[in-house]
């Protein structure tokens, strides 16, 4: 679901609604698809990026006047003082062995200070922990299979009503929505008969002559349109039996159209011009015996 504009007042809608809250104004739900993918389109494409470990500016050191140092004369170089040798005795042999010699001693260990073992939860508390863990996946499981359910009912919702669908905008928006169903090659193959259909029977309004109505449906059977093309038959034979008012031209109707959509106002029609034939037809024998019998008087 996304937010899109209203065709007539512009202000935002749900792309789920039907109708317009501020102006009434009707929303088709194919138009509202595509509005909502535009959205959905434009936020993708807008970058957004952060900024990590960004240095603060340096602050901007501010030039303090430096005094002019006064100069020094140079003093008189002092000559380097040598110290004074003094004279080194010389160790005697005597004096080498007569001190001793000196052991090393063992450096003794620094104590380590004793480390804090961490401590363990005890065996009711990993009771708990468990079942708080099997509880949390068993919520999140079944949450996952409530909505995977869900997903599936409105997909074959979908898929129905696409049954008796002649429109090639509503296969379209079964195969954006759901590109991974089960059903999705069979509607693609659909849509391509569909379409197909379409533009034949764009063609074919063009002309709207009976033969052309009746190869349609003939060759086309299962389509939508068939349908379409036989009512239009349908009401261009009963125009024409309307037309010349003949007994023969209705009874024909009647014959071809037993389910007709016009059927009941051909039986009326028919009753009448039954009933005006036999009233021509007595008429006319009435007529035929009066002249027969003045023709049998014998004249004066």
Excluded at 37 to 59: I, M, Q, R, S
Excluded at 203 to 212: P, V
Aim: with cysteine; net charge negative.
């Amino acid at each position: 679901m996304a937010m899109i504009k209203c065709p007539e007042c512009r202000h935002h809608i749900s792309s789920m609604a039907r109708t317009c809250p501020e102006c009434g104004a009707s929303i088709d739900p194919v138009w509202a698809a595509r509005e909502a993918e535009k959205e959905l389109k434009k936020l993708e494409e807008v970058p957004f990026t952060v900024e990590v470990g960004a240095e603060p500016e340096a602050p901007v050191d501010v030039e303090t006047p430096v005094e002019e140092e006064t100069p020094v004369e140079p003093e008189a170089p002092v000559a380097p003082e040598t110290p004074a040798e003094t004279p080194v005795e010389e160790e005697t042999p005597q004096a080498k062995e007569e001190e001793p010699a000196v052991e090393p001693q063992p450096e003794k260990p620094t104590p380590v200070p004793p480390t804090e073992t961490a401590k363990t939860p005890s065996k009711g508390n990993r009771k708990w922990i468990v079942v708080l863990v099997v509880l949390l996946g068993l919520l999140i499981g079944g949450l996952y299979f409530y909505d995977y359910r869900a997903e599936q009912a409105r997909e074959q919702h979908a898929y129905e009503m696409l049954k008796d669908c002649s429109n090639p905008d509503f296969y379209e928006d079964f195969i954006i929505r759901y590109p991974k169903s089960e059903h999705t090659p069979e509607v693609r193959e659909r849509l391509k008969v569909v379409a197909a259909q379409q533009i034949e029977w764009q063609n074919l309004i063009a002309s709207g002559t009976r033969t052309d109505l009746q190869r349609f449906a003939s060759m086309h059977p299962t389509s939508p349109y068939a349908k379409v093309a036989l009512s239009r038959i349908d009401s261009l034979d009963w125009t024409e039996a309307k037309a010349t008012r003949s007994l023969e031209a209705v009874t024909r109707y009647m014959t071809m159209h037993p389910d007709g959509y016009f059927i009941d106002q051909a039986e009326t029609m028919r009753q009448t011009l039954e009933r005006q034939r036999e009233e021509a037809e007595a008429a006319l024998r009435d007529s035929l015996a009066r002249t027969d019998s003045v023709a049998a008087t014998p004249a004066n």
